[in-house]
C-alpha cells in the first residue's frame, strides 16, 4: 500500500499518544495509531456536537467500539475540550477518568462502553432505530476493527441493520489487517470483505485511512447508498509512524516502556514521512 | 402469565412514548393490538440474541424502555455478556420478558430449560430480578416497571398458574409480601413456587405446625428486612424454588440469615439438584421427581422439625 504522508497535525497528535504511553506505562499503541486519522477527521469535519454539552439530543453518535483504540479518542476528545488536556498524564492511574478502555460512565463525549469486542455495532443499531422512531436527523457512526470482525454479534447487527435500512447508520471498518497474534490472513481471513459488507446489504466505500482529506471528502458522502446502511473499509497500517511498530504485533499492547524506548520512538516519529 | 405480560405491554406503550417492543422471533399471540396500534415501536427480529440485547441498549442510550421478550435461557445464558456489559454496566432500563422459566419446557429437554437464570441473573450488578408468582402478581408488576431505573429481568412462568397472590397485599418491586402469618417456621418462595408453599402451609397447620409463608417476588434487590424479621423466632427456614440449588433464592436467603446472626434449628433449600435434567415429561413431574411437591417438601420439614 502507498503511503500518505503523516501531515503535521498527524505528527502531534501521535507525540501525545506517546506521551499518554510514557505517562501510563502501558497501552494499545497500534490500533491507536491506525486509528488517529480516522477519529481525527470525525470530530475536525463530520461529527455534529458540542463538547460543552456532550449530551445535546441532535449530537451525532459515535460508538468507538475497537475500545482498545481508544488513545487515539482520549487525544481528539481533550482537544475538542470534552475534558481538561491534563487527564492525558493520568490514564489508567487509580482514580483517573480515563482508563484502559473508554467508560460512558465517566468520560463526557463517550456514548458507551467498550472494550469487550462487538458490542458497538449492535448498540449503534439501537441508536440509529431510535433515531428514526423520533423522527431525527442526527447520524450514528461505529468504529470496528478487523478483528474485532470476528465476533458474530458484529454480523448479527449488520445482517438487521441492512433489513432496516438504516441510511442513518455508519460503520467506519479499521482495516490494519493484524489482529493480537499476527496478520488477520495468518489468524481469521476477512477477505472478501467488501463483498461481505455488500451482500449484507450496505453500501460500500474502501479509503485509505491516513489520508484526512480523502476520509473528508468521501464521509460527506454517506449514505454510500440510498436506502441501505454504509461501511467505509479503511485502509490503515497498525502502529503506523513508528518504524519499529509497524505491522508488528509485538506493538499491539505494550507495558513497561522504558526511557530509552521512549527516546527510541520519538526519534522514529520525528523521522517518519 | 405470559398472556398478561405482553398484553399489558398495549397499555404501557399507551401511557408512555418511550415503550418499544422487541422480540427474537417470537409468537405473534398477545401483541396484536400492539402491532396494529404502535407499528413503530413494535420490533419483530431475529434470532440473534446477543444482536437484540445491544439493540435495546442502544435504544436505551436513546431514551426508550424496550422490552424485549424470547425464552428464558436464550435470554440469560445465551447473550449474558451482553446482558451483564450492554445492560448491567451501563445500568439502562431494559425490560427482559423471559418466557419458560424453569422447567416450563420440560418436554423440550435440558437446552430449553431455564434453571440457572436467576442465579445469572443476580450475579449482574444492577440487575433487578423478578418472579411473579401468577397472572395477576403480573399484571401489578407491569406498570410499575415503567418507572424502574435500571435493567430487570421478569421470569415468565407457564401460564395457567393457580391465583395466590392477593389484591389486599400491596405489590411493590424490591419488597416481600407475606400470604400467611405462622409462629414455628418460615416458608420462602420466589415465583410459581408461592402455590407449593401454601399447601405446605396449610399440611403444616393440620398436624399442628404453625408456617409463615414469605413469598419474595423481587429476588433482587432483595427484602433482607422483612425476611429477617420473618425469620426472627422461627425454628426452621426452608426455601422452594424451580431453580438450581446454585445461586437462587436458596442461596439469597442463606447469605442474609447468616448474615444477620439467624440461629434456628433447620435450614434446607428444596430446589433442583445442580445438574442437567435427565427427564422429559412435564413440569410437575421434573419438580416431584426432585422432591418439589407440597407432600414431599411437608414430609421432609416435619422430619427435621
Not at chain 1, 467500539?65 to 476528545?77: E, F, P, Q, R, T
Not at chain 2, 422432591?291 to 411437608?298: A, D, P, Q
Request: hydrophobic share 40%; with cysteine; net charge neutral.
Amino acid at each position: 500500500m502507498k503511503l500518505t504522508p503523516l501531515d503535521s497535525k498527524a505528527i502531534a497528535q501521535r507525540r501525545q499518544i506517546l506521551h499518554i504511553m510514557e505517562k501510563s506505562q502501558r497501552g494499545h499503541f497500534g490500533a491507536a495509531l491506525s486509528v488517529m486519522e480516522i477519529v481525527r477527521v470525525l470530530y475536525d469535519k463530520i461529527l455534529r456536537y458540542d463538547s460543552r454539552k456532550p449530551l445535546w439530543p441532535d449530537r451525532d453518535r459515535f460508538i468507538f467500539s475497537k475500545g482498545h483504540g481508544c488513545l487515539a479518542l482520549y487525544v481528539v476528545l481533550a482537544e475538542k475540550g470534552f475534558f481538561p488536556v491534563a487527564e492525558l498524564d493520568r490514564v489508567c492511574h487509580f482514580g483517573a477518568m480515563l482508563g484502559g478502555h473508554p467508560e460512558s460512565r465517566k468520560i463526557p463525549g463517550v456514548e458507551a462502553s467498550t472494550g469487550s469486542l462487538g458490542h458497538g455495532l449492535p448498540i449503534g443499531l439501537g441508536m440509529a432505530l431510535a433515531a428514526r422512531i423520533d423522527h431525527q436527523s442526527h447520524r450514528v457512526f461505529v468504529l470496528i476493527g478487523d478483528g474485532e470482525s470476528n465476533e458474530g454479534s458484529v454480523w448479527e447487527a449488520a445482517l438487521c441493520a441492512g433489513k432496516h435500512h438504516l441510511e442513518n447508520l455508519v460503520v467506519l471498518l479499521d482495516y490494519n489487517r493484524m489482529q493480537s497474534y499476527g496478520t488477520t490472513k495468518e489468524v481469521q481471513d476477512l477477505e472478501p470483505l467488501a463483498d461481505k459488507w455488500r451482500s449484507f446489504n450496505f453500501g460500500v466505500e474502501e479509503v485509505d485511512g491516513h489520508d484526512p482529506a480523502q476520509l473528508e471528502s468521501i464521509l460527506q458522502r454517506v449514505p454510500f447508498v440510498p436506502g441501505k446502511p454504509s461501511v467505509l473499509i479503511c485502509h490503515t497500517i497498525k502502529g503506523r509512524g513508528f518504524a519499529c511498530a509497524e505491522g508488528n504485533p509485538d506493538w499491539h499492547h505494550k507495558a513497561k516502556i522504558s526511557p530509552e524506548e521512549v527516546e527510541r520512538l520519538r526519534k522514529e516519529l520525528e523521522n517518519t514521512r | 402469565m405470559r398472556r398478561t405480560c405482553l398484553a399489558s405491554l398495549t397499555d404501557l406503550a399507551r401511557q408512555d412514548p418511550r415503550v418499544v417492543f422487541i422480540g427474537s422471533d417470537t409468537s405473534r399471540a398477545n401483541l396484536g393490538e400492539f402491532i396494529q396500534q404502535f407499528p413503530d415501536r413494535f420490533f419483530m427480529e431475529g434470532v440473534y440474541e446477543a444482536n437484540l440485547i445491544g439493540m435495546a441498549a442502544g435504544m436505551a442510550l436513546s431514551g426508550k424502555i424496550p422490552y424485549l421478550n424470547t425464552i428464558a435461557t436464550f435470554l440469560s445464558r445465551r447473550c449474558y455478556e451482553q446482558v451483564v456489559i450492554d445492560l448491567g454496566l451501563h445500568n439502562l432500563p431494559v425490560r427482559l420478558l423471559a418466557s419458560g422459566g424453569g422447567t416450563v419446557y420440560a418436554p423440550l429437554g435440558p437446552t430449553h430449560l431455564a434453571t440457572d437464570d436467576l442465579a445469572l441473573m443476580r450475579a449482574v450488578p444492577n440487575m433487578a430480578v423478578v418472579a411473579p408468582c401468577d397472572a395477576e402478581e403480573m399484571a401489578r408488576l407491569m406498570p410499575l416497571t415503567l418507572s424502574w431505573p435500571g435493567p430487570m429481568y421478569i421470569r415468565i412462568a407457564k401460564g395457567g398458574e393457580p391465583i395466590v397472590s392477593r389484591p389486599d397485599l400491596p405489590f411493590r418491586i424490591g419488597a416481600g409480601i407475606v400470604l400467611e402469618e405462622g409462629r414455628d417456621v418460615l416458608l420462602v418462595s420466589t415465583g410459581i413456587t408461592a402455590q407449593v408453599i401454601l399447601q405446605v402451609h396449610k399440611d403444616l397447620a393440620a398436624q399442628g405446625v404453625s408456617a409463615a409463608v414469605l413469598h419474595l417476588p423481587t429476588l433482587k434487590p432483595l427484602d433482607r428486612e422483612l425476611l429477617q424479621v420473618q425469620a426472627r423466632g422461627k425454628t426452621g427456614v426452608f426455601t422452594v424454588e424451580e431453580h438450581s440449588l446454585v445461586g437462587g433464592l436458596g442461596s439469597a436467603v442463606a447469605e442474609v440469615l447468616l448474615e444477620s446472626g439467624w440461629r434456628g434449628k433447620s435450614f434446607r433449600r428444596f430446589a433442583l439438584p445442580d445438574a442437567f435434567a435427565e427427564d422429559l415429561g412435564s413440569q410437575g413431574e421434573i419438580m416431584r421427581k426432585h422432591g418439589l411437591s407440597s407432600e414431599s417438601i411437608c414430609g421432609a420439614i416435619r422430619k427435621m422439625l
